[in-house]
């Protein structure tokens, strides 16, 4: 298994992208030995709705900087939308979504790293 910081950097474009828009909560779990439909999971969180569409459109821009093909689900949800760029899925959740869906729960097992916006 990778270690738990190699498992993050081909991804930390995105990263830095969500974080530098002020997204909440960011982690990465590592699925690459526990789940067979994806090797890194992104949950963000959204502040608000025009936020979540900001954080949808950043990790677009970034997705197709760095090469990904993906498709998008729930882009009208006011509560979730995730982004499947096959080995990578990335969640964009709003407060209520996070705590109705408690998605970060589900892999409770799986290395996790967690990623903080410095200004706040």
């Known amino acids: 298994m990778a270690d738990k910081k190699d498992f993050c950097a081909p991804y930390k474009k995105l990263i830095d992208a969500l974080i530098d828009k002020h997204a909440l909560e960011v982690t990465a779990h590592d699925l690459s030995e526990v789940s067979g439909f994806a ?9 608000s709705e025009l936020h979540g569409r900001t954080l949808k459109d950043t990790a677009m821009d970034t997705l197709d900087e760095m090469g990904f093909s993906y498709r998008i689900e729930g882009e009208t949800s006011t509560k979730w939308t995730l982004l499947d760029a096959g080995d990578l899925i990335v969640n964009i ?8 869906y408690r998605l970060d729960s589900l892999w409770g097992d799986a290395p996790t790293e967690r990623f903080f916006d410095e200004d706040e």
């Open 39 to 47: 090797d890194i999971f992104i949950v963000a969180i959204a502040r």
């Open 93 to 100: 959740l709003s407060r209520e979504g996070r705590d109705f």
